[in-house]
């Protein structure tokens, strides 16, 4: 095999010190599929804090992604469903953190939406619920519509299964989630795959986050 020369390879120390207290974070996954495991062990044990998470969920208390709200490394949350996570309610209700919820396809949409430069866009979701509560709203040819704002973050935290050593990345399956739309909104992309191959050796037809988007790479341990 050709000998592997990817100069976006960091260790996990490293590539934590690229999030600064008070950053807007992308975390993938969707439960326990897609998200970066070692990345978000490397986050919780590291001293950052102050820390605004948009993710689809937040796990379950003191598991996983989870752990940063038990240690107190949250002051808000950006996302869709934290059922599975009681410390979620209890944080907000005591006032300790913040918590934004927005349709899961509002979410994936407004992700997107910020990663191709748009401001934001209106839609039927929401509309006439506590989630629209304080929103901007529009009349289109006699019906409501919402607006939902572009969300940007400042990181990304995201889970490959290869990349090649230019940055490439491509996905395994279901595990895809919201890592590419994740990839194209955040000022600085830090991705955790599982191999790493020579350039040219991924199909470029596979190919769904081009290396553009992605700043640093960790290789994930077995």
Known sequence: MDKIECTKLRSFEEAIELIKDGDKIFISGFGNAGDPKQLIKALVESDKKELTIISNDLGSPNIGLGQLLT???IKGLIG????WNTEVAAAYNAGEITVELIPQGSFAEGIRAAGVGSAGFYTK???????AKDRETKEFDGETYLLQEAIRGDVALICADKADELGNLVYHKTARNFNPVM????QTVIAEVGEIVPAGALDPESIVTPHIYV????????
């Open 71 to 73: 240690k107190k490394k």
């Open 80 to 83: 869709t469903y934290y059922n």
């Open 215 to 222: 700043d640093a790479i960790v290789l994930r341990s077995c």
């Open 125 to 131: 979701t929401a509309v006439g619920t506590e989630l």
């Open 183 to 186: 990839a194209t909104a955040a």
